[in-house]
């Protein structure tokens, strides 16, 4: 009898250690959030900037476009990319930018930076905008695995693109930076790799540019750990509270992998120094193991800097002479 009553204190005690290790389901909803976007970022922003301009789509004969490829499929779920190379052709294979857009891993959508797309073509790097799927319809580590799969995908296609797979770069804004950190930082790890048809191709970058994106949810300086109790997008991603579950916030934190990067980083900043958690300790430990880590601030702009001029212009020379510099 006591070994029965023992037997069912361990099933009841398993049983509630294992809701407690369960990523909560609650904010999936399956239905498409759609309060970050541009037209209402501009109006917000507007007020204290009334001199930005929002950069628009402009497809141009010096980039040839093709949008809407599928890179996978999760069930009947299809993950699309948008695809934007130099018109011209070019003896040697062009290094290779995949850029992740941002919205709090819940919102947005990859139309974001397809101006960007279209200006860094225009240069001479093959440029891809990628979806990914959103905290509404998958929690960490999905978002991760997608943009793993979709880099193993221009792998697989480095000749139809004439694209240099050596010299491939992973670039973010905001959620989007932290998880191009996450995946550069990562690189050459099987971790987050999914398990999918490209499957034996790596997923590995050369390089990464974080665009407003966080080192760390645990760091002293991070914002989550300054709100421990708030539930913001980050806890709907991670799908715990950040007094739940420390492990994963730690585990989806760029930072943790610093020890082990040996990729150059470009930073682009806003003034909103909550955005840059963990970065100032990265550099430091870059530059004493001498990885080339290059930080650029924009004085006085919002978060969205990047999607607007006057910013646009120097943060695309910024990024331009960063590639050059790691890939001449």
Not at 104 to 113: D, I, K, L, M, V
Not at 124 to 140: D, K, P
Not at 190 to 209: C, H, M, R
Not at 230 to 256: C, D, F, H, Q
Request: with cysteine; glycine share 6%; net charge positive.
């Amino acid at each position: 009898m006591k070994n029965k009553i023992l037997l069912l204190s361990l099933a009841l005690c398993l049983l509630a250690f294992t809701k407690v290790l369960a990523q909560s389901k609650e904010w999936l909803t399956d239905t498409p959030d759609t309060s970050f976007n541009i037209a209402r970022d501009f109006k917000n922003n507007i007020k204290k900037y009334p001199f930005i301009k929002i950069v628009p789509d402009s497809p141009s004969k010096a980039v040839t476009e093709v949008r809407n490829l599928v890179y996978g499929r999760v069930g009947g779920r299809e993950l699309h990319i948008d695809t934007f190379t130099p018109s011209a052709v070019k003896k040697k294979p062009t290094p290779a930018v995949i850029i992740i857009h941002g919205g709090g891993w819940r919102s947005g959508n990859r139309a974001q930076h397809i101006p960007l797309a279209q200006h860094l073509a225009a240069l001479g790097y093959a440029s891809f905008t990628v979806e990914y799927r959103l905290s509404t319809e998958a929690l960490y580590p999905a978002a991760v695995n997608d943009i793993k799969w979709a880099i193993q995908w221009l792998h697989t296609n480095a000749k139809r693109f004439n694209i240099n797979p050596d010299k491939i770069t992973v670039l973010g804004f905001s959620a989007g930076g932290q998880l191009a950190a996450l995946v550069g930082m990562t690189s050459g790890l099987n971790k987050f790799d999914a398990l999918n048809s490209n499957k034996e191709y790596p997923s590995s970058v050369q390089a990464v540019i974080d665009i407003d994106g966080t080192l760390t949810f645990v760091a002293p300086d991070a914002w989550e750990t300054q709100n421990q109790q708030t539930v913001a997008a980050s806890t709907m991603w991670l799908g715990y509270k950040r007094t739940e579950n420390l492990a994963i916030w730690t585990e989806a934190s760029p930072l943790t992998y610093a020890e082990r990067n040996k990729l150059p980083f470009l930073f682009l900043n806003s003034a909103v120094d909550r955005m840059h958690a963990g970065r100032d300790a990265f550099k430091n430990m870059m530059d004493k193991k001498g990885v080339y880590v290059r930080i650029e601030s924009f004085k006085d702009t919002p978060h969205t800097f990047c999607l607007y001029r006057p910013w646009f212009d120097p943060m695309v020379t910024d990024i331009d002479q960063f590639l050059t510099k790691i890939f001449k």
